[in-house]
């Protein structure tokens, strides 16, 4: 299995804000995912990142108001910009860490925008 | 995005019934099944998966039944706990572009 650390664990933000979501894999991997669960809600996939390229982002989401960066294989993260309520959701990290299609989960980064 | 329907939206077992989650996908590439559960304020963990060249699939209390022709698969609890009580994805994906799609979820509590 893989061990993905996520910070923070949880902000209180104000509207028009940003915040930086940190995620570190203890092993070396390909893709990381950013998915979002909004609040009593399923997963939704919000990108792809790939090491030393662009993410590719899932349909409704851009990179204007998602940046992900990807400088290394075992670190990505996830900036929410200009941050409003709608906002309010828990960010999960995923990573394929064997390459058999099985994702592993951070514990999520809680986000309430006040 | 939602291509994998789940029901029932919440479930309530006695401890020691059987609980049973249904998911229906539409995709017929998709070629791996897995069911996630969640606890408060935790991650997803993968709890079972299967493949389509299979029709059941069994780990413990926890079996995935599989409908190729029908596209739909299953989640069965046995003899279900009070620390079963949890949220259950099913999720599906075509293995090799880690496309994964989860299904809305199902709040099981399981009455002592």
């Known amino acids: 299995s893989a061990v993905i650390s996520q910070k923070p664990s949880r902000d209180i933000c104000q509207r028009g804000t940003s915040l930086t979501i940190q995620c570190q894999v203890d092993?070396?991997?390909?893709?990381m995912f950013w998915y979002r669960q909004q609040p009593g809600q399923s997963l939704t996939l919000i990108a792809t990142?790939?090491?030393?390229?662009?993410?590719?982002?899932e349909s409704g989401f851009v990179i204007d108001k998602f940046p992900i960066s990807r400088p290394n294989l075992t670190f990505s993260t996830l900036t929410v910009s200009n941050m409003s309520p709608e906002d309010s959701s828990i960010y999960l990290c995923?990573?394929?860490?064997?390459?058999?299609?099985?994702?592993?989960f951070g514990e999520g980064s809680r986000l309430t925008v006040l | 995005q939602q291509q994998v329907k789940q029901s029932p939206q919440s479930l309530i077992v006695q401890k020691g019934g059987i609980s049973i989650i249904n998911c229906a996908y539409e995709?017929?590439?998709?070629?791996?099944f897995p069911w996630y559960q969640q606890f408060p304020g935790k991650g997803p963990a993968l709890l079972i998966a299967?493949?389509?060249?299979?029709s059941e699939k069994k780990e413990g209390r926890f079996t995935i039944s599989f409908n190729k022709s029908a596209k739909q698969f299953s989640l069965h609890i046995m003899d279900s706990q009070p620390g079963d009580s949890a949220t259950y994805f099913c999720?599906?994906?075509?293995?090799?572009?880690?496309?994964?799609?989860f299904g809305a979820g199902t709040r099981l509590t399981v009455k002592p």
């Open positions: 990142a790939n090491q030393g390229s662009e993410a590719t982002y």
């Open positions: 299967i493949r389509p060249d299979v």
């Open positions: 092993s070396q991997v390909t893709m």
């Open positions: 995709n017929t590439a998709f070629d791996y």
């Open positions: 995923s990573v394929d860490a064997r390459n058999t299609g099985e994702l592993f």
């Open positions: 999720a599906a994906s075509i293995m090799n572009n880690n496309d994964m799609r």
